[in-house]
């Protein structure tokens, strides 16, 4: 009899054991993916006191809580940022170092995502994601769900659009900047009907302008983050369509999110995601820097401002896929993208600043230098962009020289300039002789548009390049606490104070969702999210 209640009772614990495993292991119908550009997990501690339960606080208290994610490169930008969360790799793998190149024979800057074989819809760019040469996660779940699953991203700008949408998606939308329509690419296949209706019908940006003015929304004693806030007088901000660098401006206030999450309201209200047999997936991108007019300002009440509307829009956002998905369907995933953009002026008489780097003096020098070496017959230096300089390699070939030789002749010679901190030249990176210092060279940049030299100033030194009409600013790149949360799912909450790598979020969602990682991810899924949290349970022996 005892010998018959065991059996009885072990096969019971092995049912029950084999229901929650397969509980626990449950696929998402819907993963959602929101980056908030210039996100900072420091401003969201300054203003926790003004948030709502459902908002930032939601993702917090029930979600599973990186403090800090870190990227291995420096001069983080849009570009790059998305690129290496939605590829789980680096710009040395991904292809994109960064928003723009430099076309030196044209002179001029062009975008990372230029492609003159496609057109826009409700734009003039050309743009595709051709550049971007490692698959992303969306491209990864088109793979593995024969294209059933739907992918689509929605951001103000299209390198987070594109980059956060993939190759395969079926579509990113971004605003335009010139009138203020949802635009895409016909790169991307997929235009819904609803997309359509919202650029030309009375729902559009442009019907709704006049109305939009941004003001404080709360008393100004509230705004009570920084004590360095002087102006007692509210801000106020109006956007006429008519006037110059108008969706400019909004897109860098908190109306920008407020047009986001209509047109992501539209795809969840009748996009049918998490309907389908294979999971769908959703890229948003918010924004929370700066606003244009005030790049030179720190401590304001406009970033604020920022921060607690965005709270709201974060609490209508999930409040709707709770209702269509429901969270327990979907796996949210929250982040940031690792930098923010600042410009600093001093009071009159206050010099902070150590030194003026003119690259225009620095190409002429140098170029000075290898002529006395090498001949004048022709000049061997291109130009500078981006703390870059690139030689003149047909020159250096034609001449039947040794680029590597004079790679590290350059970089002698220009480590003896005032405010160089270091030199790197592309050859220690390409060939693998690069050491801890060098590392971010390494990961922040690609063969394929990396200079001969990078130039690294030292603290408090800026670059004027000898432009009458530009005031030189003081740029800063300073590290950027970006929290990383996964919620949703079935994911228990919990806080994690380790940091983690930008490279380990792609392949944990892809984890998540059973398929393989992007094709140049190179890291592991984060292990709480593996073992023990609701993904996979190690059965006692």
Sequence with gaps: MEHRVRKILTSLIAILAATNLEAQQSTPKLVVCITVDQLRGDYIEYFYNTFGERGFKRLMNEGLVYNNIRFEFSDIDEASAFATLFTGSNPNFNGIAGKNIYDFDKEKEVSVLYDPDYIGNYTKEHYSPRKLISSTIGDELKIASKGRSDVYAIAPNPESAILSAGHAANGAFWMDDYNGKWATTTYYKGLPWYVDRYNNGPESLSARLEQMTWTPSLSLDKFNAFPYVLDEIPFKYTFKENTNECFFNLKTSPFINKEINRLALQFLEYGAFGTRSCPDMLAITYYAGNYRGNMHKEYTREIQDTYYQLDKDLEQLLDKIDKKVGLNNTLIVFTGSG????????????????????????????????????????????????????????????????????????????????????????????????????????????????????????????????????????????????????????????????????TEVAPTVTHVLRIRPPNASLSLPLRELTIGNGQLTIPSK
Aim: charged share 25%; proline share 4%; hydrophobic share 35%.
């Design 339 to 502: 930098y923010y953009k600042s410009e600093e002026e001093y009071p009159d008489g206050m010099q902070l600043t150590n030194g003026e780097f003119h690259p225009k003096r620095c190409v002429a020098l140098l170029n000075m230098y290898l002529m006395a070496i090498y001949g004048q017959h022709t000049n061997w230096v291109k130009g500078f962009y981006n703390n870059h300089i690139y030689l003149n390699r047909k020159a250096i070939e034609d001449a039947k020289l040794e680029l590597t030789v004079i790679q590290e002749k350059a970089a002698e010679f220009l480590r003896e300039f005032s405010g160089v901190q270091f030199v790197a030249t592309e050859n220690v990176l390409r060939t693998g002789n690069w050491n801890e210092k060098t590392s971010k060279y390494l990961h922040g940049t690609h063969l394929s548009s990396r200079g001969d030299l990078i130039i690294e100033l030292q603290p408090g030194w800026t670059i004027n390049n000898d432009d009458p009409k530009a005031k030189v600013k003081v740029i800063r790149n300073n590290a950027v606490i970006t929290p990383l949360v996964f919620m949703g799912n079935g994911i228990k909450p919990e806080h994690i104070y380790r940091e983690v790598k930008a």
